[in-house]
């Protein structure tokens, strides 16, 4: 996790499997009215109350 300023806030320990959205949920909280970009390996963790931007995939040619 980062900031708008691309300083590191959090880094979970690593794990096997599709387990991202779970540590999301057990690991760290985000405030309600603040605006989460993540990428495509968080799809299932939406907090409550948070505005969740991300990025669209270029088209593969």
């Known amino acids: 996790m ?3 300023l691309c ?3 959090f880094v ?3 794990v096997t499997g599709k387990t991202h959205d779970k540590l ?3 690991h760290y909280s985000i405030p309600k009215g ?3 970009w993540q990428d495509t390996g968080y799809q299932g ?3 409550e109350g948070v505005t ?3 990025p669209m995939k270029k088209a593969a040619w």
């Open 2 to 4: 980062v900031n708008s």
């Open 7 to 9: 300083l590191v806030l």
């Open 12 to 14: 979970s320990a690593t």
């Open 24 to 26: 999301a949920d057990t």
């Open 34 to 36: 603040f605006t989460l």
């Open 45 to 47: 963790y939406r907090p």
């Open 52 to 54: 969740i931007q991300q």
